[in-house]
């Protein structure tokens, strides 16, 4: 065994000691300051090594903020000397985020932090597996809207887990109309021009609505109609907006890219059945029609709003019944 790792032993067992005495304060303090002249000797990689180890061990026994103290001084090291987005850097946050999301209170913002360190080092929207983890982490907190935004920009698993969010959140409300949800990340996806994730969002929505309300979707699939977005549905009952989001994205599917073919037709005769149903959330559906028409169809579109100002477009707030936790773990980060 090296002496640094023999050194690094013997401060884990002291630190478990105390920890065991209930002197979480000082093991607390005490590992600040030990990172922090670890950090003025510039041994950047030990002072990483114990804020992690530390916060792990502060984890068990549920002492949060300390733990969000820790780990926002270990992120800002990441920021701050520009460290790599690795997979070991990221696990470390990983590792620690999993454990947070199971604390009272909810620590967004250092979250959002990881998130701000992959901008820096990486430009862009950051690195997506980060968006997709935070997103589920989220997600596990009920806080559905934050989750929603990181998943926009996250992984290739990330559209089905949006998708199974939304029916989720839909069903802890009393919407009337389902569609109020899957438009929230279908749409999105397709102002993103973004027509396959679009369609996986959809497929994890509309399996688990079909599954509990076999009433309301009826399956009309035909052997001859093949369509990325799975099964066809006619849907009974007041899910209009339901049925709205599926028409789009199968007039979306049949585009040429011409303002003047038929599918652009269709599509203009869809905004103007539909558009208005969504009452206080209608003008928010017309700014992202109007991103999908352009992104699809070739319509030229006058607006003051940038496309990143439109997709991050609040939609009326819901309601929910808002758990602590909402759903398993296992769900939520998947």
Aim: glycine share 6%; with cysteine; charged share 20%.
């Amino acid at each position: 065994m090296s002496a640094a790792n023999a050194r690094t032993d013997r401060f884990l067992n002291s630190l478990r000691e105390n920890l065991t005495s209930g002197n979480y304060y000082e093991s607390h303090q005490e590992l600040r300051a030990l990172s922090m002249r670890l950090l003025k000797q510039k041994n950047h990689q030990r002072a990483l090594e114990f804020l992690y180890l530390g916060a792990l061990e502060l984890c068990q026994y549920s002492q949060w903020n300390s733990v969000s103290d820790l780990t926002t001084l270990l992120i800002s090291i990441y920021t701050e000397n520009k460290l790599p987005v690795t997979q070991e850097n990221k696990d470390r946050v990983y590792d620690i985020f999993e454990k947070l999301a199971h604390a009272k209170e909810n620590y967004t913002r250092l979250f959002e932090s990881a998130i701000q360190w992959t901008v820096k080092v990486d430009g862009g929207r950051g690195d997506e597996q980060m968006h997709h983890f935070v997103a589920g982490v989220l997600r596990l907190r009920g806080l559905y809207k934050e989750a929603e935004g990181h998943y926009l920009v996250g992984t290739v698993e990330s559209p089905a887990a949006l998708g199974s969010m939304l029916f989720g959140w839909a069903q802890e409300t009393d919407a009337r109309d389902y569609g109020l949800f899957i438009a929230r990340g279908v749409l999105k996806y397709l102002a993103l021009g973004w027509y396959d994730a679009a369609c996986f969002c959809w497929r994890a929505f509309i399996s688990r609505m079909s599954a509990a309300f076999p009433e309301i979707l009826v399956d009309k699939s035909k052997p001859s109609l093949v369509s990325k977005i799975g099964p066809i549905y006619y849907v009974n009952g007041a899910h209009e907006q339901v049925n709205f989001v599926q028409l789009v994205l199968l007039t979306v599917e049949r585009s040429d890219g011409s303002p003047r073919s038929d599918s652009a037709r269709i599509l203009g005769l869809l905004r103007r059945e539909y558009e208005n149903s969504f009452g206080v959330n209608a003008g928010v559906v017309h700014d992202l029609m109007d991103a999908v028409a352009e992104k699809f169809f070739g319509v030229v579109v006058q607006r003051q709003q940038s496309l990143f100002d439109i997709v991050n477009s609040m939609f009326a707030p819901q309601t929910p019944s808002r758990p602590a936790i909402a759903g398993n773990q296992e769900d939520a980060m998947d």
